[in-house]
């Protein structure tokens, strides 16, 4: 005959079953649900029934353009300390 902490373990991994099985249940289902909304909707995912505001934008004084350097300033970086190969003493 099976102990009575025997019995418990035995349905305390049936319980961890069900709720892992209906969580995969649950993922799949939410998974469908979302991917019908976005199919049924509008394209590029925006929801049917949505508002859009259309306005202008200015860049303003800010945006300034200038010619880069033929050369670029540094031709050689050298790390100013260099520390010792690992394993090394």
Same mark, same amino acid.
């Given at each position: 005959?099976?102990?009575?902490?025997? #019995?418990?373990?035995?349905?305390?991994?049936?319980?961890?079953?069900?709720?892992?099985?209906?969580? #995969?249940?649950?993922?799949?289902?939410?998974?469908?649900?979302?991917?019908?909304?976005?199919?049924?909707?509008?394209?590029?995912? #925006?929801?049917?029934?949505?508002?859009?505001?259309?306005?202008?934008?200015?860049?303003?004084?800010?945006?300034?353009?200038?010619?880069?350097?033929?050369?670029?300033?540094?031709? #050689?970086?050298?790390?100013?300390? /260099?520390?010792?190969?690992?394993?090394? /003493?």
């Amino acid at each position: 005959m099976k102990s009575n902490q025997q #019995v418990r373990r035995g349905r305390v991994k049936v319980f961890a079953a069900v709720m892992g099985g209906s969580a #995969v249940v649950a993922m799949g289902a939410l998974n469908v649900a979302l991917h019908e909304e976005q199919a049924s909707g509008a394209s590029g995912g #925006v929801a049917t029934g949505a508002t859009f505001i259309q306005g202008s934008m200015t860049m303003g004084q800010t945006a300034t353009t200038t010619t880069p350097p033929a050369a670029p300033e540094t031709s #050689v970086a050298v790390p100013p300390v /260099k520390a010792p190969p690992y394993g090394a /003493k």
